[in-house]
């Protein structure tokens, strides 16, 4: 492993180059004294593992990113109040963000309901087919593969997709998905997840989320994805009788 130093000044680099800029205190102060004290350690090993630890920290309780003036890799303080006043304006960025919800706006609620509790009684679909959800692919009886992953991947090809994101700041706003961006998806992206941001569109205080101006980094907060999971069927349940 390189000295202190020269793996702080790398591992800000390539950090950096992945839209999460660390700040230093973060580094030195948290992150490297987890690290393995192996001398052999790769390089290469040594960032992924920091980049994972990054992408499992919550940004808006952890002063892990650096502020860098100007304030490019934050989002405007108004971006949700009075950007709903503009027409349409532009965050260069690169600006990290944390999904703290998601929801699928290309299916109904109730649709959403009864996939969820078809899956608490272990059932799924398989076109017109009604099948036992498997946990693993040892069971035999799905050659390529489990029901389970089959039908969550199916149910991940809908959206577009609502997304609550926050900044390190703390400053929130809802995105949405102008045309599939890859990593998103409510099965496939967990609560806490990461996005890049560059150079947005804000149209009335709404981030219009494309491949071309977002990168999803993935990632995952278990202290928020854990508690989202086990209320998001409660949740759905209360938002389709309100659309009755």
């Not at 492993?1 to 102060?29: E, F, Y």
């Not at 609620?109 to 087919?129: D, F, I, P, Y």
């Not at 998806?185 to 609560?191: H, L, Q, S, T, V």
Request: with cysteine; aromatic share 2%.
């Amino acid at each position: 492993m390189a000295t202190s130093s020269n793996l702080v000044a790398d591992l800000t680099t390539h950090l950096t180059s992945r839209g999460l800029p660390p700040s230093p205190t973060w580094l030195t102060q948290t992150l490297l004294p987890s690290l393995p004290q192996r001398p052999n350690t790769p390089l290469a090993a040594t960032r992924q593992t920091a980049l994972f630890r990054l992408l499992a920290t919550d940004i808006t309780t952890t002063a892990c990113l650096a502020h860098s003036p100007p304030t490019t890799n934050r989002l405007p303080a108004d971006v949700a109040t009075g950007g709903a006043a503009t027409k349409e304006t532009v965050v260069p960025g690169p600006v990290a963000v944390q999904v703290l919800d998601v929801e699928d706006v290309g299916r109904s609620r109730w649709s959403q309901v009864e996939a969820l509790e078809a899956r608490e009684r272990g059932e799924g679909t398989k076109g017109r087919e009604i099948v036992r959800l498997v946990d693993n692919a040892e069971d035999g009886n799905e050659p390529n593969g489990t029901a389970r992953t089959a039908t969550a991947a199916a149910a991940d090809t809908s959206g577009p997709h609502k997304l609550l994101l926050v900044d390190a700041a703390g400053t929130r706003v809802y995105g949405f998905e102008l045309a599939p961006v890859q990593g998103v998806g409510i099965e496939r992206m967990g609560i806490g997840a990461k996005l890049v941001l560059r150079n947005a569109v804000v149209a009335r205080g709404v981030v219009l989320l494309e491949p071309r101006t977002t990168t999803c980094l993935g990632g995952k907060v278990e202290a928020l994805d854990k508690p989202w999971r086990e209320g998001r069927l409660a949740r759905l349940k209360e938002a389709a009788k309100m659309e009755k």
